[in-house]
């Protein structure tokens, strides 16, 4: 369970404006835990609710300690119990009131509904189409239009991974400074090339009878993944010249 100093969840004591940090801080906070974590992912679990940062007059977020290890628990719940948002925030809420709340048992999703699953290993969160669309805050348009090129899919029983409302959210961020849906195939392409090579390196490991080896996989896949993203970054900002915050 999340303690603050004051045994709250994510709302301590309140901090003085020299405890108080920006969102780069905050982000480099998180990257040693949560090395694929983004500042628009922050800005999304705000606008979701999940953390309140202070602004200061000229409209700059401020965030305290108490905001900080908030975040690492939802970003936590998200990645070890594939916990939906909207479940995870009932559930700080049910915390703050000092209740005793378990975790739920989330399987796959359908259309808000959680289906049993029969399987050895946890399952992702999935979302149906109305929800996907309810939480990205876009229309049957945009979505259609960001499905037909590959930037968001479906998966076989018609739902969606719960990570698709974070790129859903990241293509409409881009959106406003004019870059439009087809402009990001580069990405989505190199993104694909990029889970590939991954994937090839870690299959010998999921086809193994072992279930601890198995196992290994899983942790081997996040592992790589999370040195990609930081290499992809990397590379991007060497590039353009810039270093991200």
Not at 157 to 165: L, N, P, R, S, T
């Amino acid at each position: 369970m999340l303690q603050t100093p004051s045994g709250g969840v994510g709302h301590g004591i309140a901090a003085t404006d020299s405890e108080l940090m920006s969102i780069g801080t905050v982000l480099n906070a998180l990257r040693d835990e949560f090395p694929e974590v983004t500042i628009s992912k922050i800005r999304f679990l705000e606008s979701e609710g999940l953390v309140e940062p202070r602004r200061t007059p000229s409209g700059y977020r401020k965030f305290s300690a108490d905001d900080v290890e908030r975040l690492g628990y939802v970003l936590r719940m998200q990645r070890d119990h594939y916990l939906p948002l909207k479940v995870i925030r009932e559930h700080l809420d049910a915390m703050a009131r000092g209740e005793a709340v378990p975790l739920p048992a989330v399987g796959r999703q359908r259309d808000g509904g959680a289906v049993p699953e029969l399987s050895e290993a946890p399952t992702a969160a999935r979302i149906g189409r109305s929800e996907l669309l309810a939480a990205a805050e876009i229309d049957e348009c945009d979505l259609q239009e960001w499905e037909s090129y590959g930037l968001i899919a479906p998966l076989p029983d018609g739902v969606y991974d719960a990570e698709a409302v974070t790129v859903a959210a990241l293509v409409a961020e881009l959106g406003r400074f004019g870059i439009e849906p087809r402009h990001l195939r580069v990405m989505k392409a190199a993104a694909d090339r990029e889970a590939g090579l991954v994937d090839q390196v870690v299959a010998p490991l999921k086809r193994h009878r072992n279930p601890q080896t198995r196992a290994h996989a899983e942790a081997r896949t996040k592992e790589l993944a999370g040195l990609t993203v930081k290499l992809h970054a990397a590379l991007v900002q060497t590039a353009l010249g810039v270093r991200l915050p």
